[in-house]
């Protein structure tokens, strides 16, 4: 028996995905005008996720990583898929629950890779973010079916297909912050809920959680490597 489809609240305009849209590219002028988007000197100065860096207690980077893209056609393929994926994510969350999944997503892409991917190898970019909007639609599709297909359906399915395509045929691309990303995405819809949803406190109490679980997680992947074994 599936969950009864509440009517949705749509907003109409969609500022936080734009305004991370130009200031994506402001950045991405900044490293070019540093020395390069691809130098990995530049990209290190600039905040990119390093496993040696985050491990002596820069957490930082593991947000400044996700405003950070190396090179013209990395830049060009998440500014793409955050533009559809964003559009409709936002108009359904609204602007305030759209930040707040794109910026836990971003987080948990960045801490999923710093603990499983190559500690030596420098990440950057909006793609755990932006799966993570994925992960929101996909609670959304769960929820409200119906509505999904019309909403979201052809825009997702065609994001998620390209960056799945792109991700299992580059060797450079960090599949692990895809997974984290989505899980993070989905984890923080399921704590938000839609704007039209009513307020519980069993999702306020998951939503406490979850805030608490994504701390200890960017502070245990912050420590060293073996104080971490040795725990």
Not at 2 to 28: D, K, M
Request: with cysteine.
């Amino acid at each position: 028996m599936g969950y009864p489809e509440r009517p949705l609240s749509i907003q109409r305009t969609a500022p936080a995905t734009y305004t991370l849209l130009v200031v994506n590219g402001i950045i991405f002028g900044l490293l070019e005008a540093s020395g390069g988007s691809q130098d990995p000197l530049v990209l290190l100065k600039w905040g990119a996720k390093f496993g040696p860096a985050i491990r002596a207690g820069e957490a930082w980077r593991l947000v400044t990583s996700v405003f950070l893209h190396s090179g013209l056609l990395h830049l060009a393929a998440n500014s793409y898929s955050l533009y559809n994926l964003g559009n409709v994510t936002e108009r359904l969350l609204g602007t305030m629950r759209f930040t707040f999944v794109y910026l836990l997503s971003g987080i948990w892409g960045s801490i999923v890779s710093t603990y499983l991917s190559d500690p030596m190898v420098l990440g950057v970019g909006a793609s755990g973010a932006i799966f993570g909007l994925a992960g929101c639609l996909f609670y959304f599709g769960i929820r409200y079916p119906r509505h999904f297909a019309v909403i979201a359906g052809s825009r997702f399915i065609l994001v998620v297909l390209l960056n799945l395509f792109i991700g299992f045929t580059s060797p450079l691309i960090d599949n692990y912050a895809h997974i984290g990303g989505l899980f993070g995405g989905f984890v923080s819809a399921c704590a938000l809920g839609l704007p039209n949803e009513p307020r519980t406190e069993k999702r306020s109490l998951f939503r406490i959680i979850f805030m608490v679980a994504t701390l200890i997680a960017a502070s245990m992947v912050s420590r060293p490597l073996a104080h971490r074994i040795l725990m």
